[in-house]
């Protein structure tokens, strides 16, 4: 059996590759795409090789493409792929892959009756922000929360590309992929793989609705910019947290724990809601940990918490991230504990830290993606070429 989690270089953002099922036949599924470049120089040729391998006269079969949510640094290559066939299509050549469905949860979806002048405002602000790594005084919003409203024209463009490709969207869901109020809702994906979805939550996902509904009469009546401080804040605090896919894959008696950006109480309240905690802890075969090390709403609790064997830490450097903070406070919470961490590029800082950090009793293992790598692999079952 295959169940491998392939951490691509993304730069600054998460491209990743699900290989799971029979060793003869291993079946695909592509999880966010990183940054705009990231497609052509690495997931394009990354892709084009598994298909030479598998299947190379007919088209590559693609289980699923999942984009965790809607930061630039997660859409732009899953954009940039859906838009490459859309092309091929117009152009009637033949599509390289088969990509069987589409999940993805839509800014507009997330938070209906948007006031568009509004939101324009926001948004041209924003992608200004993310565009320059400068934050207007008059934004409001945080530099995160700009990324994500910045985004928000390439869902809606993912959205369309979809439907140009007849891909069919979110399904078995009916509208957003979420979580049950209590309890778990587990889609079985063939080949022994299963997602169990822990976040956002439908009971949230109808609360904020429900504020944001008695928002939008305040927004209206008051003055331009007291309105865009009211959305701007209602998006950081509400819409952003809710923003990420997290799900628990599961094939056989292994778990991958797979957070995109969410936040540390919201994976934990996810799991909880699930069933999944065992006393005060949750267990994982492998962890993708949530902002590419960022150390924001995330702490030592939190990592005593959820462990796994295998940490996935994706990011380059830039906003800082991986943090050195964060990395402090995992080893700290691990103690003597065997695990190792793996990342996507190499730092000297990280290195350094690494360098002077071990002590008595600490038994991790570092991992570096290699220079001569376009990935660095974690196979839990049988490894993949």
Do not use: C
């Not at 190379?56 to 066939?85: A, F, Y």
């Not at 005593?304 to 991230?321: C, E, F, L, P």
């Amino acid at each position: 059996m295959v169940f491998t989690l392939e951490a691509l270089e993304a730069k600054h953002g998460d491209a990743l590759l699900l290989h799971y099922g029979e060793v003869g036949s291993p079946r695909l599924i592509v999880i966010d795409g990183g940054p705009r470049g990231v497609y052509k120089n690495v997931l394009k040729k990354r892709l084009d090789k598994i298909k030479q391998k598998r299947t190379p006269n007919e088209r590559l079969p693609i289980r699923m493409v999942l984009v965790s949510h809607i930061d630039e640094d997660h859409i732009s290559g899953i954009l940039d792929l859906s838009q490459d066939l859309v092309d091929a299509q117009e152009d009637n050549q033949d599509l390289p892959y088969d990509i069987q469905g589409l999940w993805h949860n839509s800014f507009d979806d997330i938070l209906g009756n948007q006031p568009e002048e509004l939101f324009a405002t926001l948004k041209t602000a924003a992608a200004s922000a993310a565009a320059t790594g400068t934050m207007p005084t008059d934004l409001y919003l945080s530099f995160h929360g700009a990324l994500m409203v910045a985004s928000v024209p390439q869902g809606r463009d993912l959205r369309n590309n979809a439907n140009a490709l007849n891909l069919a969207v979110n399904a078995p869901f009916n509208g957003l992929v979420m979580a049950p109020k209590q309890g778990e809702k587990t889609v079985p994906l063939g080949g022994g793989l299963s997602f169990t979805i822990l976040s956002p939550n439908q009971q949230r996902l109808e609360d904020l609705q429900e504020e944001w509904d008695k928002q939008l009469p305040k927004i209206k009546k008051a003055k331009p910019a007291e309105a865009q401080s009211i959305t701007a804040a209602f998006v950081d605090d509400s819409v952003y947290n809710l923003s990420s896919i997290i799900l628990l894959a599961t094939a056989g008696n292994r778990r991958m724990l797979l957070t995109g950006d969410a936040r540390g109480d919201d994976i934990i309240a996810g799991l909880k809601t699930a069933g999944l905690f065992q006393g005060d802890r949750f267990h994982a075969d492998l962890f993708k940990v949530p902002h590419h090390g960022s150390d924001r709403n995330i702490s030592t609790e939190f990592f005593r918490q959820v462990t796994a064997n295998h940490y996935v830490i994706s990011g380059d450097g830039k906003y800082g991230n991986p943090e050195i903070a964060t990395l402090k406070m995992l080893t700290e919470a691990r103690g003597q504990d065997k695990y190792t961490i793996y990342f996507t590029n190499q730092e000297a800082r990280l290195v350094e830290f690494f360098n002077n950090e071990p002590a008595p009793g600490k038994n991790y293992q570092v991992v570096f993606r290699q220079d001569s790598s376009s990935s660095i692999p974690i196979n839990l079952e049988e490894a993949i070429d």
